[in-house]
């Protein structure tokens, strides 16, 4: 039995003021997927670029900022849009629907889908294990999460359980350049974990270069990212809710960060 291997190159595109577009490339069957286009433009000067042909779209979830490009790219390259079932009506030009432990194929590459509502609903991420690679559009972010837009925090911290137990060296592929203004909320709840500080100190140090954050990896989301982290004492003490549930925990996390400026 032939099992799929291929492993996927992954290219970043900067996109709108704080997006982070995906280009996967499979080599063997030369499939061409963009995770979240916001805008078609700018995955059009990469495909350019690099000499390819966009096959797939890939969304996690409906807003514009993930899915304004779809119909533009569509239309020029005839490609499959792959999107959250529990949201297909809102995916711009879906055409498969996905949830919960299915996979999807790009060429030889399969990804594992998780459903991951509490920034949306209907939000879902890929993971390719062979690529140690996890697109998880604006559920986890470097050293941050995605905002409560219409989920709970009990739902978002189950989402976001999800993830933990994946492999250490596993990418995180986030949607947004958050990660300077989350590690400056991060130290506000968690400034006694060294690893924190010093991931925070080489951040503003990449910003300051001009440089990319992201992707960053599992191993340091967990060690760092105070919404990975809701369930440890030190995390329920700083938002006056030793011995709670977690879920709770990371509720009070999620609304400390709401208002931080
Ligand atoms: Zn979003
Ligand atoms: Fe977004």
Redesign the pocket.
Known sequence: MNLPMAKLTIHRIPARKD?YLWLAVEPEKNAVAVV?P?DAAPVRAKLKELGLRLTHILNT?H?N??TGGNLELKAEFGLTIIGPRADAERIPGIDVAVGDGEHVMLGNAEAQVFDVPG?TRGHIAYWFAESDALFC??TLFAMGC?RLFEGTPEQMWNSLSKFRPLPDSTKVYC??EYTLSNARFALTVDGNNPLLIERAAHIAKMREAGQATVPSTLAEERATNPFLRADRPELAAAVNLSGEQPAQVFGAIRAAKDSFS
């Open positions: 997006n979240d916001s979830h807003h900022d993930h920034h559009g604006d995605g949607a947004h």
